[in-house]
């Protein structure tokens, strides 16, 4: 199984892969941790990324995908996933880790040390398309705690899977 779980910053990509990782026995990778050296100083600047800094780092995104595993990225867009998708050599399915301004931005004003800054979440909001019914992709509603959120992506995963 390929698993991208996708947000806006700060939705709980980490702290889910994580945690997801233990509970299916998949390994789990930062797509953060696949950005260009210009893209982070870009972000730690305050400046937002536009897609062409995104189209390489998504690349990256989507070959670290093509062996089983959960990679947390942003996916904004449809088209970041479809080319994630394709460069994983397809069959990816995309979590949405969901949630409003208000959690998000407070759960970013909690955290330490990342280099994305709580004022660029607006831009993330503005840029985030919610995937369609047309994907293959599910909604996680994350204002709850991170078990719940676990335990819901993985019959969410079971019911898409279809075991």
């Not at 050296?37 to 062409?52: C, T, V």
């Not at 460069?87 to 004003?109: D, I, P, Q, T």
């Not at 994305?116 to 398309?129: G, I, K, N, R, V």
Request: hydrophobic fraction near 45%; include cysteine.
């Amino acid at each position: 199984m390929k698993i991208i779980l996708m947000g806006v910053s700060g939705c709980g990509k980490s702290s889910v892969g994580e945690a997801l990782s233990q509970a299916i026995a998949l390994p789990y990778g930062d797509g953060d941790d696949l950005h260009p050296a210009q893209n982070i100083a870009k972000m730690a600047r305050g400046e937002a990324l536009d897609d062409d800094d995104r189209w390489p780092w998504l690349r990256l995104v989507g070959q670290a995908l093509t062996a089983p595993g959960i990679v947390g990225c942003s996916a904004l867009k449809r088209s970041y996933r479809t080319l994630i998708d394709q460069e994983a050599g397809g069959g990816v399915f995309f979590v949405h880790l969901a949630g409003s301004r208000a959690v998000v931005e407070a759960r970013m004003a909690a955290r330490t040390g990342h280099f994305m800054p709580p004022a660029l979440l607006d831009s993330q909001f503005a840029t985030l398309e919610a995937p369609g019914p047309d994907e293959r992709a599910v909604a996680v509603d994350i204002d709850q705690p991170l078990a719940d959120v676990v335990d819901e992506i993985v019959g969410k995963l079971r019911g898409m899977s279809g075991g």
